[in-house]
């Protein structure tokens, strides 16, 4: 039986990940060091054979080593978040640049056939076009986490070119759904949509709401990342994972606000720094190469969403509510 070792598994993403791969048969060991993953998010496997967890650190490099002893292939999805990285730019640049140079290299020495390297559409940063960003785009990042990001791509690829890694570099637009994070700093603006609009609090939005994103609904990422660990087509070096559609701050409160059947206008506050104007995913490549592509429209995936939060968070506090 196949092994991966999945990095940050117990986060957003990766916790959905370790689900797809174990529900396809593969052993699966985590490496997490919990700073935002949660167990809670792993229940669903905690109790299979084929799932291991192992609390600790991506920097420690005897400790990665003796994981990938068994492992065939590795999805690197440790982060810190794109807030965190404006307070603790050293943090940041600690987990997700040195570390993944130092995954990157225990894989060279274990000779790992397949390593993903999980990047963030956050690397285009403010790029001038108004069209949608292909993987060969300029890439202008306005914080410490995305140009982190983007130095890790440069990693990736400079171990597949000079060492003959099997890499590839996956870049998902911004990732919305189940156990997305729901606290501080960290939450997302459509958990924090939702979750002012039930509570009855008006939400903020920081800069005049025209700012706009490519959501993209987080069991797609992971379908679309699994069917391109399988596939034999690691020749390519990035790939872009997005919806293909633009949706602005302000009409996705729209959205929100018909969905629950509420309509509670937001507070403006000033642009935060590092702000980002427009993601917009051009995801013909996928399309084209990997005959895939995400296929839950906003509307569906918040809808998805929320019906999971009734049940799954801290707001099923408000089930009474109408929905």
Known sequence: MKKVLITGGAGFIGSHLVEKFVENNFNVVVLDNLSSGKKSNLRNVLKDKKFEFVRGDINNKRLVLKILNECEGVIHCAVKNVRMSLKKPLECY?????????????????????FIYCSSSEVYGNNPLTKKLRENSNCYPTTIY????????????????????????????????????????????????????????????FGNGKNSRDFTYVKDITDIFFRIYLSKLFKVNIVNIGFGKNVSIIDLLKKINKLLKKNIKPIFLPSRPGDVYQLHCDNSFLKKNYKICPKTNIKNGIKLYTEWLKNNSSLKKYNKINW
Request: aromatic share 12%; glycine share 8%.
């Open 94 to 114: 600690e987990v997700n640049s040195f570390g993944t140079i130092n995954l990157l290299e225990c894989s060279k020495i274990k000779k790992i056939k397949k």
């Open 146 to 205: 995305g140009a982190s990001k983007l130095a890790g791509e440069y990693y990736t690829l400079v171990y597949k070119k000079l060492y003959g890694l099997n890499c590839i570099v996956l870049r998902p637009f911004n990732a919305y759904g189940e156990r997305a994070h729901e606290s501080a700093d960290k939450a997302e603006v459509i958990y924090r949509f939702v979750s002012n609009i039930l509570r009855g609090k008006r939400p903020y939005i």
